[in-house]
């Protein structure tokens, strides 16, 4: 499987915003479920939110509602998360995870055991107070 590829991060003040961009090399995006985590130093690995462009189903984590958006275009062949209102708690990596789409295996299959077959390599957010 082709390994996800992010951009768009770095440093912004809280209260300001930032998009994280998420391409799939090679990849439809239709045919794949593809989710934002976050890993801040020295805690687990958190899920931020969740899409499947087929049908447009999109997903939260409860810490972000509001105020994080997670779109996809399948003509860039991209998923992009919009961050806004940022909080200095926001800071960590952010990785994107692709795998297929098939039945029984949506975002809420997969996002609780964090069960996505590529990762990317990450993009540093860091929200300063």
């Known amino acids: 499987e082709a390994q996800p590829v992010e951009s768009g991060g770095g440093l912004v003040q809280a209260g300001g915003s930032l998009r994280l961009s998420c391409e799939v090399p090679?990849?439809?995006?239709?045919?794949?479920?593809i989710a934002w985590f976050r890993q801040a130093p020295g805690k687990d690995r958190d899920w931020v939110s969740c899409?499947?462009?087929?049908?447009?189903?999109?997903t939260y984590a409860d810490s972000v509602k509001g105020r994080f958006s997670i779109s996809s275009d399948n003509a860039e062949n991209a998923v992009y998360l919009q961050m806004n209102s940022l909080r200095p708690e926001d800071t960590a990596v952010y990785y994107c995870?692709?795998?297929?789409?098939?039945?029984?295996?949506?975002?809420?299959?997969?996002?609780?055991?964090?069960?996505?077959?590529?990762w990317g390599r990450g993009t540093q957010v860091t929200v300063s107070s």
């Open positions: 090679g990849a439809t995006i239709d045919d794949y479920v």
């Open positions: 899409i499947t462009s087929r049908d447009g189903t999109t």
């Open positions: 995870a692709a795998d297929y789409l098939v039945p029984a295996w949506d975002c809420a299959a997969r996002v609780k055991g964090a069960i996505f077959g590529t």
